[in-house]
């Protein structure tokens, strides 16, 4: 088995009007595992073709993204069927199953008919996204890592 690497990157995401969406420079950069889907699948594939001190900018398409939109999961339902007492309100998010990978949900829209639009999409669905990346540091995961299955240290778990 060989031993998967730790990369250690600074990023900044932007939409494809160059909107930024999300970035590293504050919380500084962020210590991932590679080849264990802790990132999107195009980062995933792209990181451990980088080395220490490179600079990328990249697209990653949907499907290597956060997926392409399922109208499934954008659901028309009646106020009532939310708990008495749940304040339902714009943005609110609620996942309807503890199980992990279950969709978060977004309330869109609410309507005076008392309908609740909601979208189990992640708000990233069906966009591309523009990525800067900086490689920090890239090395060899340790066996702790290993054995927990993520990157310690900077930007990984701290425990
Ligand atoms: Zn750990």
Known sequence: MSIPNVATFHY???DKDGNEIDNSSEKGPISIMLG??????????????MKKG?????VIPPEK?????DESLRLKVPRNQFP????????????????PGAPLFTVMHIDEDGF???????????HD?????EIVDMRPADPDEIAHGHAHGPGGHQH
């Open 12 to 14: 900044a995401l932007r």
């Open 36 to 49: 264990k889907g802790h990132i999107v699948q195009g980062l995933d594939e792209l990181l451990p073709t």
């Open 54 to 58: 490179e600079k990328k900018s990249v």
């Open 65 to 69: 993204g956060y997926g392409v939109v």
């Open 84 to 99: 008495p007492d749940a304040d339902v309100k714009l943005r609110m998010q609620f996942q309807t199953s503890d199980e």
């Open 116 to 126: 609740v639009y909601v979208d189990g999409n992640h708000p990233l669905a069906g």
């Open 129 to 133: 996204l523009h990525f800067d990346i």
